[in-house]
């Protein structure tokens, strides 16, 4: 960023405005803009999937425990970022 910034400071002084003047107007809007950047948002996703196992010995869904004693399954997740 020091280099961007050098480097529209030497463009400007070739345009004769002094970077006194440049500064003065620059950095307030620089800092007033990180401020406004660090407001904060909160963005949150839930995911739910649901399950139901059903034995069928034709596609080999039977014999094993899943299927043989347990009838419905699922999960949530909750994803949330500051």
Not at 8 to 30: A, E, Q
Request: charged share 10%.
């Amino acid at each position: 960023m020091l280099l961007w910034f050098n480097s529209i400071l030497t463009s400007l002084s070739k345009l004769r405005l002094t970077k006194t003047v440049f500064l003065f107007l620059f950095i307030p809007t620089l800092i007033f803009a990180q401020q406004e950047e660090h407001q904060g948002v909160f963005n949150a996703y839930l995911t739910t999937q649901a399950g139901i196992f059903i034995r069928d010995s034709s596609i080999g869904a039977s014999g094993t425990p899943q299927y043989d004693h347990q009838l419905f399954g699922g999960e949530t997740w909750l994803d949330a970022q500051v």
